[in-house]
Every structure is written in structure tokens, then in C-alpha cells.
């Protein structure tokens, strides 16, 4: 009576309900379990084994590190890549190409009309960049006061909020475009970022015989009146990893050009003085389609039904 073959284990795991639940989260349940099943029972698994993955997975979550492994397995830039797909046949995939957004995201930046100084507590690290451009729509036309929030790491490739050290918000800012969608903000090259030794993540990596690294990018979420909200990262030419991102991030068209300016007066207002690196780079929105896809969405703050 509870004597179960595999199979028959199976069918009741996905078939035992009191209420209807959710039909999706059934199917898609129904499937996963049933995939590990067969994982276990061809590869052998061990309880030994199966244990220490679960282990695995509670020291993942406990270090809040999940959305590394996402990441780094590829799960993002699929998502990217299928919502690109569904752009494509709505006939809508234009305008500056989106790329993940990644785990390292901190929402309620402090706000800047035009400029700000995002290095603001960093003077002196790095090589001094400025970085400026306009938010525009497909047709060309400028967004006014749209907002740019900007992220990236520190000179030892460390974001803010998740690395203790760092003062609350530290390279994290939004700018809001002026009239004609002009900003532009002070700050320092930023690394590239390697994932944390001595964590789970990096357990893992070592035994799928991977490395962890990103090469050097700076962070956007781009949103204005009546457009669809950008999330996207731009990245610095050179880099050793441009081509070999563990996250799979990295595009074509992202890739910003540096040019090195000697001197100019035209940054006084953000303390430029000696030669800098200049990148200029106008991020193009497309049209939203609904109210939703104007907003500024973190994929953390997404409520869920
Ligand atoms: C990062 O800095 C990042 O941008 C992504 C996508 C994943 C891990 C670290
Ligand atoms: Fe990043």
C-alpha cells in the first residue's frame, strides 16, 4: 500500500492535492521534480551527495548569494535573451540593447538634477572618467528629465550595501536629465569584478572547473515619461575578460569608446582639472507599451501575485 516504485513516487509527489493550488506553479513543479528524479537516478546520486547539495543550497541562500549563481549559470542573460526574442516578433527590439541587471542592485539612490559626482568619498582612485550623454526616444527626440541611475564597484571590485566596508550608497546615484535629456556624472574606472573567494559560489566554480570573473562595467536603469525602463551595463574596452564574462552579460554595442582629453574647462563643476578619460554614450528608449513598462523596476522589487 506504501511499497512505491520511483515512478510511482513521482506520480504522487506531482498528483496528491487537497485544492486546486496553482496550475502553473503545478506544471512547472511537476517538471523540475521530475527532471531531478531522473538526474539522481542516472548519475547515481549518493545521499552522501544529495545531502551536501542541499547543504549547499541553505549556505547559498544564507549568504545571499543566489542571484551569483544565476548569474553565472546562465539564467539572466536567457531571460534577456527570450524577452529580446519576444521584442523581436512584436517588431520592438530597437534601441539601446538591455543587459542584466545582475544581483548587486540597491534601489533609493540618492538624486541629482543633470550631474553628480558618483565618486563623491572615492577621490583619487582610478583613473578619473567622465561620462556623459542623453536619454533619447526611438525617433531621436530627447527625453526630458528622465532618470539615470548609475552603479558600479569599488577600485577593489566591491559593490556598496554588500560589502560592509562601504558607506551607504557609495557609487550608487540617480541623475535626472535636464530639459534637453543631458546628464553626465564624475567617477573612476571601475575594475572588473571576480566573485567572492570562500563562499558558496565560489565552491561551486571551482568544481565545474570555471572561473568567476566579470570584466570592468558600469551599471544602468534608465526610465522616463511615457518610455520603456532600460536595464543595462556598458563596458570599459581592453578588459582581458570583455569576451569571457562568467555571467554572459557582456554585448555588442555596449562597449564604449575612452578618449583621453588632456584638459578641458568644460567639467569644472564636477572639479575636473588634470587629463581625464571621456566617454560619451546616449542610451535610446523605446516607446512603452504599458504603464508598467515605464517604471523603474528592480527585478527584486517586482511584487508577485
Ligand atoms: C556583478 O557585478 C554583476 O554585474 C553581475 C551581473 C553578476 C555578478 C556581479
Ligand atoms: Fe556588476
Redesign the pocket.
Known sequence: MAEYTPSQLLALVNGNQVSAGDERVRAITARIVSDLFQTIETFQVTPNEFWSAMKWLTRLGQADMV??VT??LGF?RLLDILEEEADEAAARAQGTPRA?????YVAGAPVSQREVRLDEGNEGKGETLVMEGRVLGLDGKPVPHASVDVWH?NELGR?SHFDPEQPAYNLRRRIETDAEGNYRFRSFLPPG?A?PPNSPVSDLFAQLGRHGN?PA?I?FLVSGSGKRALTT?VNIPGDTFLDDD??F?TRDGLVVSLERIERSDAYSSLGVTGSFTHVRFDFVLQDAITDSEAVAASRYDTTHA
Do not use: M, V
Open positions: 542571484g551569483l548569474a553565472g539572466d542584466i541587471e545582475g544581483p548587486l564597484c559593490y569584478y566573485i566579470r562595467h551599471h551595463q562568467f555571467a552579460a
